[in-house]
């Protein structure tokens, strides 16, 4: 692009540090360098993509070893290893980085700013996720003999006794501890980065009302991520210190109390839990309106119920541990909080279903899937309140009444979600239409999928299927259901191929019709800018007069309340068309959070294999990263 | 509505590299972002301290602890010493800031280093008390009063390394005079990591050798 040639066309005001700085913003390599929010959206989007296959394939191995009794597929170890890693991906490198990305690129975006507050930072986070997934991946390297084998919870003492005692055979809980801190680094800077680009960037008469209500549940999830990342790393510490230094936070013969770590995870686990939900949440508050074309019902409500979640979600954590005799008063007060909870939960569907109520609703595929949340995320959200009846959680626990609730709530709900943001949303990232068509056999070949893969599992839970088992025994009556939920599966999966293809054809291939720069006549700022957006997104910095600004600079209502487009409608994108971009300063691109980040990969093998080398070449690699950004200025100065 | 001409910034101030001359308090909230992005990290290690402390009140004056115990291993008076050593440098420290505004470079080099040597000292003073403690019988390995006692100071004690490093850092660049008065902010970031470490220890020193223990 020739406008930011201009801004980088510059003589160095100072020395170069070893490397030359990167100024190309075109090319593959522009990807590795890029500080550019919308880039590092579509990176995070794309490995997300890749990961949910990854973890799509984990799943089928087990359905296929769980499709006839004493099934012989995989042996034990490699079931372990597999719902472990199946558990891990989804939660660490699909749900948070697939709502990273849709956020980095989006937020900016929907408050009127032309990046994050952070450049660089951001995209440090993104390398450490990439760092620390290839970390976790590189486990299946046949001579490594570690994949993570203890569950995506870890229970200590399973994971916590040394390497020597044979609880776990191979460095499995080492590749997981000491990677999922390295998620944590990436997911910490990411959620610093979100706070500070929400609260100060927003553009001018951008007050916190009427900031939209994804953004508002993204600075929520910041703040959960900055609280409970900090938690699980002390007991992720203590596990890997227990297990290499012979420490004895977990040791039951020292005194140590496994039941510790319980608390420490789930005191992480439960708000990780709304995480991953509220981003899904503040989709749907997004695109319901657009396609019922009227306002967010209860705005107000819905912000402050997202709120009430958030502060609520730190107060529920004991649920996930009824079983362990915590007493009579800590499981009442945890079964409390836990109906509780529900209260804004349910407010906010009624509001959803408020918003829809008489609009004039328009069925896109997005549209659909959005009501596909709404629909499995209720019925989620109830089987979830049956947990807080102590009794009967107790039946129910590792059971797969659980594994079917919490499908619900994190695929029927987080899922569902994302594809409806992403046939919402990706017009404007790639300009392209997705094909409806191919959306609507998308949307229904996964609704029934997934109710026939998750629903018969609330059945098998309550016979008694245990979780986490590699294999059931014949005459059980479990047979024909789990079939079932094989074949719901593999639909599960022919849907995601339909997904793929969708993708590949419509905006791969440029098949898909020109979207425009408003193609759904939304409502938000990222609407009001060409489609995609240019690097600097707004050429002029917009003024923000009312909630929902754009569909107000679009839409008037006459004296019956009937909408009247204005004729002025769409004066930022025309502004935005004509402008060259000179004159803007945007950062420069860095290689510097790249190097930083890859210093964190020798490091965690250092700290797996207990190895001097990788250290000292991982310090060195961290040390020259960090010091050279430092150093470097943000933009690459040209006056 | 803004002109194109008068909107040349990405919106807010630069990172903290940035060493540009725009007004720094442009920001939605009047923080600015380096400082909001600080104290959002500070935030986040109050609850990494938060839970090692946590873990380790729960273990506290657990019965049947193999090696040497709180009180017969503790000197009280020598961690007293290196902690006022410690307190001292948030002293050294907001003199250091204090001159940076006025554009006291002199002074301000004197000060970060005193503070990067008081911090020093008192690293130096945990590695002295780690080695007698290992001499007296309490490893990581020894006893839960070892691993979460040596597990939580030692975490300490790397957050006061790092900011030692960081602290001669900027000591290092103002004396290749590339620390203008201009980038204050960048030593007031460093002021605030380097004030919490010490709060942070105040608490620790005060639960972990002042609190007396039930029993033993």
């Known amino acids: 692009m020739t406008t930011v040639a201009d801004a980088v066309k510059s003589v160095t005001t100072h020395r170069p540090l070893v490397l030359r700085r990167p100024k190309g913003t075109t090319g593959v390599w522009s990807w590795f360098t890029t500080v550019d929010h919308k880039k590092i959206g579509i990176m995070y989007g794309t490995a997300a993509l890749v990961f949910f296959v990854v973890a799509g394939i984990e799943a089928l191995l087990i359905r296929v070893q769980l499709f006839q009794a004493n099934g012989t597929v995989l042996t034990a170890a490699q079931y372990n290893e597999l719902f472990t890693m199946h558990g891990t991906t989804m939660v660490f490198l699909v749900g948070m980085p697939m709502a990273v990305g849709i956020a980095n690129y989006f937020v900016p975006l929907m408050i009127g700013a032309r990046d994050v507050a952070f450049p660089r930072l951001n995209a440090f986070g993104f390398w450490v996720i990439v760092a620390g997934a290839t970390f976790l991946y590189s486990s299946f390297l046949p001579f490594v003999n570690g994949v993570p084998n203890g569950g995506w919870f870890g229970y200590t003492p399973l994971t916590s006794t040394p390497i020597t005692s044979g609880f776990l055979p191979g460095r499995g809980p080492d590749f997981w501890t000491v990677g999922l801190i390295m998620l944590g680094i990436g997911s910490t800077t990411s959620a610093i980065n979100f706070v500070v680009t929400i609260l100060n960037l927003r553009a001018p008469g951008m007050t916190l009302m009427r900031m939209p209500v994804f953004v508002w549940m993204m600075l929520v999830v910041a703040f959960l991520t900055l609280f409970a990342m900090p938690i699980i790393t002390v007991a992720l510490i203590m596990v890997y210190t227990d297990r290499n230094f012979g420490a004895t936070?977990?040791?039951?013969?020292?005194?140590?109390?496994?039941?510790?770590?319980?608390?420490?995870?789930?005191?992480?686990?439960?708000?990780?839990?709304?995480?991953?939900?509220?981003?899904?949440?503040?989709?749907?508050?997004?695109?319901?309106?657009?396609?019922?074309?009227?306002?967010?019902?209860?705005?107000?409500?819905?912000?402050?119920?997202?709120?009430a979640i958030g502060f609520l979600g730190w107060g529920v954590w004991a649920h996930h541990m009824f079983a362990t005799g915590l007493g009579p008063v800590a499981i009442s007060a945890f079964g409390l909080s836990t109906m509780l909870i529900a209260i804004p939960t349910g407010v906010k569907i009624f509001n959803w279903l408020g918003t829809v109520w008489k609009g004039s609703v328009h069925l896109t595929t997005s549209m659909l899937f959005s009501l596909g949340f709404i629909a499995m995320f209720t019925i989620g959200g109830l089987s979830g309140v049956l947990h807080s009846i102590v009794p009967a959680d107790t039946q129910q626990t590792d059971t797969y009444f659980v594994v079917a609730h919490f499908h619900y709530v994190l695929f029927g709900g987080l899922m569902l979600a994302v594809f409806g943001g992403l046939y919402y949303w990706l017009p404007k990232v790639f300009g392209r239409m997705l094909n409806e068509r191919l959306g609507k056999w998308n949307f229904w070949t996964m609704l029934i999928g997934f109710n026939l893969t998750f629903f018969p599992m609330h059945m098998l839970g309550l016979w008694g299927m245990p979780r986490r088992t590699y294999r059931y025994d014949s005459g059980l009556g479990w047979e024909g259901v789990n079939q079932l939920v094989t074949v719901g599966a593999f639909i599960i999966a022919f849907s995601t191929l339909l997904f793929l293809v969708n993708v590949i054809v419509s905006l791969g291939l440029k098949r898909g019709a020109v979207a425009g720069n408003d193609p759904w006549d939304g409502r938000t700022l990222e609407w009001s800018t060409t489609s995609p957006p240019p690097e600097y997104n707004f050429a002029e910095v917009p003024e923000v007069e009312s909630r929902d600004d754009w569909w107000h600079r679009k839409y008037t209502e006459d004296d019956e309340g009937r909408l009247v487009p204005l004729p002025s409608g769409g004066a930022y994108a025309a502004a935005s068309a004509s402008h060259d971009g000179h004159g803007i300063h945007m950062p420069s691109p860095s290689i510097y959070p790249l190097v930083a980040a890859a210093g964190l990969l020798p490091l965690g093998y250092a700290a797996v294999f207990m190895s001097w080398i990788p250290l000292f070449i991982g310090v060195l690699v961290l040390g020259f990263g960090v010091y050279a950004w430092g150093i470097e200025p943000a933009t690459d100065e040209a006056s | 509505?803004?002109?194109?001409?008068?909107?040349?910034?990405?919106?807010?101030?630069?990172?903290?590299?940035?060493?540009?001359?725009?007004?720094?308090?442009?920001?939605?909230?009047?923080?600015?972002?380096?400082?909001?992005?600080?104290?959002?990290?500070?935030?986040?290690?109050?609850?990494?301290?938060?839970?090692?402390i946590a873990a380790y009140l729960l273990y506290r004056g657990r019965a049947d602890q193999a090696g040497p115990s709180p009180k017969e291993i503790f000197d009280i008076p020598f961690t007293s010493a290196t902690s006022f050593i410690l307190l001292m440098s948030s002293l050294t420290m907001v003199l250091a800031l204090a001159a940076i505004p006025r554009g006291d470079h002199r002074r301000f080099k004197i000060w970060v280093l005193s503070t990067a040597l008081l911090g020093a000292t008192f690293i130096a003073g945990q590695i002295f008390e780690f080695t007698e403690f290992s001499r007296e019988g309490l490893h990581v390995d020894t006893s839960l009063f070892g691993s979460s006692f040596f597990i939580l100071t030692g975490f300490h004690g790397a957050h006061v390394t790092i900011g030692i490093v960081w602290l001669l850092s900027l000591w290092g660049l103002s004396m290749q005079k590339r620390l203008p008065t201009a980038q204050a902010e960048r030593v007031e970031v460093a002021g605030l990591y380097w004030h919490f470490v010490d709060v942070v220890w105040i608490v620790i020193f005060t639960v972990i050798y002042l609190v007396p223990q039930p029993g033993r």
């Open chain 2, 1 to 52: 509505m803004a002109t194109i001409e008068q909107t040349t910034e990405v919106g807010g101030p630069p990172a903290t590299a940035g060493g540009h001359g725009h007004d720094p308090h442009a920001t939605a909230t009047g923080v600015t972002n380096t400082k909001l992005a600080m104290w959002l990290f500070l935030s986040s290690d109050c609850l990494f301290f938060g839970a090692f």
């Open chain 1, 249 to 307: 936070f977990f040791q039951p013969n020292f005194g140590g109390d496994p039941l510790l770590y319980q608390h420490l995870f789930w005191l992480f686990g439960h708000p990780e839990v709304y995480i991953l939900i509220l981003p899904g949440m503040g989709i749907v508050s997004e695109t319901l309106p657009v396609f019922s074309r009227k306002p967010l019902f209860g705005f107000a409500v819905v912000v402050f119920s997202g709120i």
